[in-house]
């Protein structure tokens, strides 16, 4: 209903512009209205969520808190070993430039890709490509 109402908005303008009724600049109205579109659409989203009940909203908030959680869990996780694999690579083939800093990186990126695999076919029952058949074989 909200795109549709706002649409009907944009016609209005032109009828109006069309019938000389008044001089309305739509070009400076789009904007507004487009971001009035979208905040509208979101508190019709939250108000089926949380007030009429169309979700659950625990289920929401928990699955959110827990990829949240777990998404900073793997960020830091990532920087530390990160820093750990390029001081190393630095101290053992003294890079003086940002060579060990991505090499680290790379390195880091490719031992944890084989566990975020194994947590993707977890999650989603997919391995790459989105085939399940091919998530064994991988």
């Given at each position: ?12 303008m032109?009828?109006?512009n069309a019938l000389q ?10 904007p ?5 579109m979208?905040?509208?659409?979101l508190l019709?989203i939250v ?5 009429k009940?169309?979700?659950?909203s625990?289920l929401?908030l ?10 900073a869990?793997?960020?830091?996780i ?10 190393t690579?630095e101290g ?7 060579v060990?800093?991505?090499a680290?990186g790379?390195?880091v ?5 084989p566990?975020t695999d194994?947590i ?7 391995g ?11």
């Amino acid at each position: 209903m909200v795109f549709v109402a706002t649409e009907l908005i944009f016609y209005a303008m032109d009828a109006v512009n069309a019938l000389q009724i008044f001089d309305i600049n739509r070009e400076s109205w789009v904007p507004w209205l487009h971001l009035a579109m979208v905040w509208a659409t979101l508190l019709c989203i939250v108000l089926a969520i949380f007030y009429k009940g169309a979700f659950d909203s625990r289920l929401v908030l928990r699955r959110t808190t827990v990829a949240s959680a777990a998404g900073a869990l793997a960020v830091v996780i990532f920087i530390t070993m990160e820093t750990a694999v390029t001081e190393t690579l630095e101290g053992v083939f003294g890079f003086e430039s940002r060579v060990g800093t991505i090499a680290g990186g790379v390195a880091v990126a490719l031992l944890l890709r084989p566990i975020t695999d194994r947590i993707d076919r977890r999650l989603g029952g997919k391995g790459r490509g989105g085939n399940p058949a091919m998530a064994d074989s991988v």
